[in-house]
Each structure stands twice: as structure tokens, then as C-alpha cells.
């Protein structure tokens, strides 16, 4: 049992997650994730800062040391997530990342020694196959249970092996959130490691393009998207502030239960306004997520 502070946190991490997906994805048919990627860090970095700063005091070599590790794994995370987006299928991607949940919980369990009931574990794999149909249209699913069945040797495709270490540093990046969030502030916890992040990767995209050139790449794309991008960015990182607030006073297994169903609102958001197709398959699929994040929250 834990505050119910701690589960209103997760429904607004979730629901903002769910709009930052939406506008993420709008925004990836007009400039890169990559790009994408350091306007959310530039972004999450400034708007943050007047925040983070107040808790400056509570920064010392020990605290300093898992807060730096956090942002190398987010930066591993970012990157490898990235590059399957770029090598394999979306569908494919989105399901291996569905990993992402059962490892995090794992971690609570190694690390923080949380404890699941049967019907918390129960409603944590109903959530997971949620997700996963909603990331599948029938006839891939069935098609990918065929090819396992007879053809083994072609069930890995391309990028599915860069998915699975995403899946890991994801998880291992929620434990770290959770780790640092319970020993300085929320706040600290997301701007340093973003802070971070974001030198690399400016640093990265000069070395690639020459600063002249990846300077006016970067200003270009913002007098091009700027209203897009800025409420994708703050939407995000409102979001990793939320979650990270709401690890820090509760369960991190339960939190992240809840909060992964994010996806599922993101369907529902490009039906109602991008006019989107979707299955009855994913349908039932967002149903089992949604209602599994309700009763985990629920009994808990």
C-alpha cells in the first residue's frame, strides 16, 4: 500500500505521456527523432532549471555519482531506441518494447524488495498484453506465430536484437529515476541527467554536420515546428517529472504498471483526430491496458 499521491502522480504521468506520444509521432514525419531528441532534452533542461536549482544543496560526490550514471543510460536508451526505429518495423519495435514493464518490475523486486500479489503479477501481464495488441494488427500477429512455429531461424528481424537492449536500458533507466528521486529531488533527478544527455548529443550532431550547418539545421527546424515542438518537449518532460515524483513515494513496479499504459490513450487520440483505422484486435488491446492500470491502481 501506498499515497494515493503517488497513484495521481502516475495517471498525470500517464496521460501526458499519452499526449507527448501523439505529438511525437505527428512531429517524426517532419524532422527526425534524433533532432527530436535534443530539442526534448534542450527544452526539458531550460524549463526545468529554475526548479532543479533550488535543490542544488542536496548535490554531493555520493549523490552525484547515480544521477551522472542515470544520464549515460539515458543517453544509451535514447540512442539505441533510435537506431531499432531506424533498422526495424514499428510494429516489431513497439512489441519488443513491451519488455520494458516486466524487466522494471524486476528490478523493483531485486533492488527496492517490493513484493507483488498474484493479482497485482496478474494484472501486470494483462497490461503487457495490452499493449502488445495494440501494437499488432491481426494478420502481422498471426503471421508472426506462423513464422515462430515454422520457420525459426527468420523470428528475429531486423533491429529486434537493438529493441531488446532499448527494452533493457528503458527499464534500467526507470530504476535509476526511482533511485534517485528517493534520495534528492524530482526535479534534480530528470534536469542533470537531461543536462547531460543533451551536451553529448550537440556535441555529436556538430562533430556530424559541422556547427554552422547543424546550427542552422536546428534553427530552421524550430521557425518551421516551433509550436509543435516546444509542447511536445514540455509535455514530456512534465511527464519524467511526474513519474519520477510518483516513484519517489511509491512503488516503482506499481507505478510503472500504471504509467505504461500511456499507449492506449495515443490510439484513442489519433481516432478521434487523426481520423486513424484501427483494429477491433487493438481495440480489445486497449481495454486490457487501460483496465488493468485502473484496478492495479485501484487495489493498491
Known amino acids: 500500500m501506498f499515497s494515493s499521491k503517488a497513484l495521481v502522480l ?14 511525437i509521432h505527428k512531429t517524426s514525419k517532419k524532422i527526425s527523432n534524433f ?89 501486470v501481464l494483462v497490461i503487457v ?16 506465430i506462423i513464422c515462430f512455429i515454422l520457420r525459426r531461424d527468420k523470428i528475429l528481424e531486423k533491429g529486434a536484437i537493438i529493441a531488446l537492449g532499448a527494452a533493457f536500458f528503458s527499464s534500467f533507466y526507470n530504476f535509476f529515476i526511482a533511485y534517485n528521486s528517493r534520495n534528492v529531488s524530482p526535479f534534480l533527478t530528470i534536469w542533470l541527467p537531461w543536462s547531460i544527455s543533451l551536451s553529448v548529443l550537440l556535441l555529436y550532431f556538430y562533430f556530424r554536420n559541422g556547427f554552422k550547418k547543424g546550427l542552422s539545421i536546428l534553427v530552421d527546424d524550430i521557425k518551421k515546428y516551433k509550436r509543435i515542438i516546444f509542447s511536445g518537449a514540455i509535455v514530456d518532460a512534465s511527464a519524467w517529472v511526474f513519474y519520477a515524483a510518483a516513484v519517489s513515494k511509491g512503488e516503482l513496479a506499481i507505478i510503472t504498471a500504471i504509467t505504461e499504459s500511456y499507449p492506449a490513450l495515443a490510439m484513442f487520440y489519433g481516432v478521434r483526430l487523426n481520423k486513424e483505422k484501427i483494429s477491433k484486435f487493438q481495440y480489445i488491446g486497449a481495454a486490457l491496458a487501460l483496465g488493468g492500470s485502473l484496478i492495479i491502481a485501484l487495489i493498491s
Open 129 to 144: 498484453c495490452g499493449i502488445f495488441f495494440i501494437s499488432k494488427e491481426p494478420k502481422t500477429f498471426y503471421q508472426k
Open 10 to 23: 502516475a495517471f498525470c504521468a500517464m496521460f501526458l505521456w499519452s499526449i507527448g506520444d501523439f505529438l
Open 35 to 123: 533532432q527530436f531528441l535534443i530539442y526534448i532534452n534542450f527544452t526539458g533542461s531550460i524549463i526545468l532549471l529554475p526548479f532543479a536549482i533550488r535543490y542544488f544543496y542536496q548535490l554531493n560526490f555520493e549523490s552525484m555519482i547515480p544521477l551522472v550514471v542515470l544520464g549515460i543510460v539515458d543517453l544509451f536508451f535514447g540512442l539505441t531506441l533510435l537506431r531499432a526505429y531506424e533498422q526495424g518495423k514499428l510494429s516489431v519495435i513497439e512489441v519488443i518494447m513491451t519488455m520494458e514493464l516486466p524487466l522494471t518490475v524486476l528490478f523493483g523486486v531485486l533492488f527496492f524488495h517490493e513484493s507483488l500479489s498474484w493479482l497485482q503479477t496478474f494484472l
